[in-house]
């Protein structure tokens, strides 16, 4: 079984950085593409960034040149590191593995003075 599991994160003062790591088991990690997303209070869950088993990427417009996904795949891991936050970054954020529809727990974070 597939399964998700999301570490990292937490609250932080604007202009700071935070990174998440989600960790993949049950499957071959390395073939697939991955993504994380996130949903804010009162809004739509949206797509923050995504790689593919080429490691090319795909940004929000709304993180583009501060956020960073990126694999490893001798840990089966998926990374985003979240540079410059601003506040309208709070959100609780989930790992997404698209091939089984698979999501990971969340993690709020927050951005705050």
């Known amino acids: 079984q597939v399964q998700l599991v999301e570490s990292g994160g937490g609250l932080v003062q604007p202009g700071g950085s935070l990174r998440l790591s989600c960790t993949v088991s049950?499957?071959?990690?390395?073939?697939?593409?991955m993504a994380w997303y996130r949903q804010a209070p009162g809004k739509q869950r949206e797509l923050v960034a995504q790689i593919t088993s080429r490691f090319s990427t795909n940004y929000g417009d709304s993180v583009k040149g501060r956020f960073t996904i990126y694999r490893d795949s001798a840990k089966n891991t998926v990374s985003l590191q979240m540079n410059s936050l601003k506040p309208e970054d709070t959100a609780d954020y989930y790992c997404?593995?698209?091939?089984?529809?698979?999501w990971g727990q969340g993690n709020q974070d927050t951005v705050s003075s």
């Open positions: 997404y593995f698209p091939k089984y529809n698979k």
């Open positions: 049950g499957s071959t990690f390395n073939m697939y593409t």
